[in-house]
């Protein structure tokens, strides 16, 4: 495969790459794609270096695929010249994710939807994925009515300012803020930014995704996104309310058999998911498994990923091997 990775130098660019080697990724001819100011640098990947191109180049060069992770704006403007050409383009941005014409995919739950005329392909929000890697086994079985999320995102997930505002504040530097106030000991209940309904496009994004990934609108959604001073790794609390009731053995059985779902839930050891275990791993934890007892067929759980992998890089390649593994690409 020809491949080019488009926003190479950034934080989910770098992990790509990081994946692409870890899963020997067939790559023949590796374009690596970067803003203008980058163009002509040199990068590292597998021991050797590779020279920047631009986004003009790299459509010339007709790829086969490419991984974008450089923005929506530069999404919406070159996707579409790559599709041109016959490249098909996955895309970790949020520029074509609910585009109906786009398909959103979690490879592990929605990949079948995926045919040879898809050109531009959608990867989910980092938060989106790891909660629907666990809701759609128990939707599968249970049909879920209503979804209440918390999140307890790092800052990783707005990017690389926000990681070195934190390392700053911790150390008592004083520096560029990608927040309003310090983050360091404090917890943000802003991801994104706010929309006239009064929630933050972060939390519409997962009361919409899923339903678009599960091909499903029957189920409510509604979410709470916080930021806290964790580096990597997002968490979230989620309250579901089931049409059927369940047994919490068949529910724990549900989601360890699961691809990419890991349960982490023995109370005798103190043993449940933590960002700090996630770290540079593709599953998708889940523990605190327990019956909401304040209403029937309600269940709580705790979901663990780190976000720029499964969120983001892993997820985007998953679907790239997805294609090649069914010759759609």
């Known amino acids: 495969m020809k491949v080019a990775v488009v926003g190479a130098t950034g934080m989910v660019g770098n992990v790509m790459l990081q994946v692409l080697a870890e899963r020997n990724f067939p790559i023949t001819e590796l374009l690596l794609v970067a803003s203008e100011r980058s163009v002509g640098k040199q990068m590292e990947y597998r021991g050797k270096n590779y020279t920047l191109i631009g986004m003009q180049d790299a459509v010339n060069a007709r790829p086969d695929?490419?991984?974008?992770?450089?923005?929506?704006?530069?999404?919406?403007?070159?996707?579409?010249?790559?599709?041109?050409?016959?490249?098909?383009?996955?895309?970790?941005?949020?520029a074509w994710r609910m585009d109906?014409?786009?398909?959103?995919?979690?490879?592990?739950?929605?990949?079948?939807?995926?045919?040879?005329?898809?050109?531009i392909i959608a990867n989910p929000n980092c938060s989106t994925i790891q909660l629907v890697m666990a809701l759609a086994p128990l939707h599968k079985k249970y049909n879920m009515k209503r979804v209440v999320i918390s999140t307890y995102q790092s800052v990783s997930g707005t990017g690389v300012k926000a990681v070195q505002q934190l390392e700053n504040e911790s150390k008592g530097i004083k520096g560029e803020m990608a927040y309003h106030y310090p983050i360091n000991r404090n917890a943000i209940p802003q991801c994104d930014v706010f929309l006239e309904n009064g929630y933050t496009k972060e939390e519409m994004k997962l009361v919409k995704e899923p339903k678009k990934i599960l091909n499903d609108d029957s189920f409510t959604v509604t979410a709470t996104a916080v930021r806290i001073p964790t580096s990597g790794g997002h968490s979230e609390a989620v309250n579901v309310q089931f049409e059927k009731d369940f047994d919490l053995g068949e529910v724990r059985k549900l989601l360890s058999e699961t691809p990419g779902v890991i349960v982490q839930d023995n109370l005798d050891t103190n043993t449940y998911p933590m960002p700090i275990y996630a770290h540079n791993k593709d599953e998708v934890f889940v523990g605190r498994i327990r019956r909401d007892e304040s209403q029937p067929n309600t269940l709580n759980m705790w979901i663990v990923a780190d976000n720029l992998r499964k969120g983001a890089a892993t997820n985007t390649i998953q679907i790239a091997?997805?294609?090649i593994a069914n010759k759609l690409v």
């Open 65 to 94: 695929i490419a991984l974008f992770s450089a923005g929506g704006t530069t999404s919406e403007l070159w996707a579409p010249k790559f599709a041109e050409v016959g490249t098909t383009v996955v895309d970790n941005s949020s």
């Open 100 to 119: 109906p014409t786009k398909k959103l995919v979690v490879p592990e739950i929605n990949g079948d939807v995926l045919t040879k005329a898809d050109k």
């Open 321 to 323: 091997e997805y294609l």
